[in-house]
């Protein structure tokens, strides 16, 4: 049975799914459904099916990245390794078999449809911290324009407690916002979130579209059941929080069935989590919000150029007040004075100066080392301008910038 109640944030099921309009999606998959707890090892017809939904999205034009559990599951059993809680050291040695295992199984299942697969190991710490969280950023954009599909899962070899997501719940929904996702899917055991277990309460009702998750609604996931996996309700729950505040859909729905996004697309059984805003228009405000740590000055010609929508190049660099890492967030102002943007920079304060004013080809001579084209890149940017910050609920333009650091 299902539930719609707008008191809660939650209204009627749409007649389409995010799912049917997005660019780019990402699925989380369980160790549950790829893993088979007899015999430890992958179930292919399943993970075949899987990858045909994943070509199907593709050659309607939506990108898509995965977000895969199963290493630890997949090497217990050649280690020798006994069922139930793992020391965190073999769990480690687990996960160093399982990943070889759970690589050649993603490339065997995406290959017959032309799909080149890539493996990306991260930790909390990846998606923490800006500078990393801009490299993964960059390596996961470039391993989609060139078309292959990157297959995700948390570094589980290296990873301690103190550095580990301890789901790939979270994590799923952290690498979706990395890559601007318009959707992410939560392949579970159950098919949304209830109003009470459904596997003990008749009464229990699936609740079919949230807007925005009240206390009632997290009262609802502390006792609604979940998979046997790491995650859980809860921590679904807290994968959506996050992917809202990013401006990306989420859905949390059956994932053991034969061709689970097909049937989530074409409008199957799922709680969907649906934003406010776009995840663009999201990681624009979150720009915009942050406290500058220094400012990047640009020339006339810079300022018209990123006005259009281009990122800022070395050549329209005039000056760099302050001091600041790769990743900080920094003001971009005019040589007037006059603050025009907000941007993570691509480069620490001391490189910037470096090559301000430089045309591109004379990076490298100039920090001895191959670099990146963008001081500024556009995706990490945001241009002041009083309409597109009011269709954006952006900040208004700002009249000034802060000046230099004091020593």
């Not at 008749?202 to 609604?217: C, F, H, K, N, V």
């Not at 969907?272 to 720009?287: C, D, H």
Request: aromatic content about 2%; proline content about 5%.
């Amino acid at each position: 049975m299902t539930a719609s109640a707008d008191e809660t944030g939650m209204t009627g099921m749409a007649s389409a799914t995010p799912l049917a309009h997005a660019r780019l999606v990402a699925v989380k998959i369980g160790s549950s459904l790829l893993v088979d707890q007899a015999t430890g090892t992958l179930r292919k017809t399943w993970l075949a099916g899987l990858a045909a939904d994943i070509a199907a999205l593709r050659a309607r034009g939506c990108q898509v990245i995965v977000v895969s559990s199963g290493a630890i599951a997949l090497g217990r059993r050649p280690l020798g390794l006994p069922a139930g809680k793992l020391a965190v050291e073999q769990a480690q040695a687990a996960a160093a078999v399982g990943q070889i295992r759970l690589a050649q199984g993603w490339e065997e299942a995406l290959a017959p449809h032309g799909i080149p697969s890539a493996q990306v190991l991260l930790t909390l710490a990846d998606t923490h911290d800006r500078r990393r969280y801009l490299n993964g950023r960059a390596t996961l954009k470039t391993l989609l324009d060139l078309g292959a599909c990157p297959v995700i899962n948390e570094n589980d070899t290296v990873a301690t407690d103190e550095i580990r997501y301890g789901d790939n719940d979270r994590l799923a929904a952290r690498v979706a916002l990395m890559a601007e996702a318009d959707a992410l899917a939560l392949l579970s055991d159950v098919d949304g979130l209830y109003t009470a277990n459904p596997r003990s309460d008749a009464s229990a009702r699936r609740l079919d579209r949230i807007g925005r998750i009240t206390p009632e609604i997290e009262a609802m996931a502390a006792g609604a059941g979940s998979d046997v996996g790491t995650g859980g309700m809860r921590t679904k729950l807290l994968a959506a929080k996050t992917a809202l505040s990013g401006g990306c859909a989420m859905a949390i729905c059956l994932g053991d069935v034969d061709r689970p996004l097909s049937q989530l697309a074409e409008g199957g059984a799922a709680t969907w989590f649906v934003p406010e805003t776009s995840p663009v228009n999201a990681r624009k405000r979150w720009i915009a919000g942050m406290k500058p740590e220094g400012r990047l000055v640009v020339d006339a010609g810079a300022a018209r150029a990123l006005a259009r929508g281009a990122s800022l190049l070395p050549a329209g660099l005039r000056g760099v007040d302050g001091a600041f890492e790769r990743g900080d967030p920094v003001a971009i102002a005019t040589q007037e004075g006059d603050a025009i943007g907000a941007a993570l920079s691509g480069y620490s304060s001391d490189e910037a100066r470096a090559i301000a004013g430089l045309q591109t080809s004379q990076i490298e001579a100039a920090l001895g080392h191959q670099a990146r084209a963008a001081v500024a890149h556009r995706d990490d940017m945001v241009i002041w301008d009083d309409a597109t910050a009011e269709a954006a609920a952006l900040p208004s333009p700002k009249p000034t910038v802060p000046g230099p650091r004091p020593d």
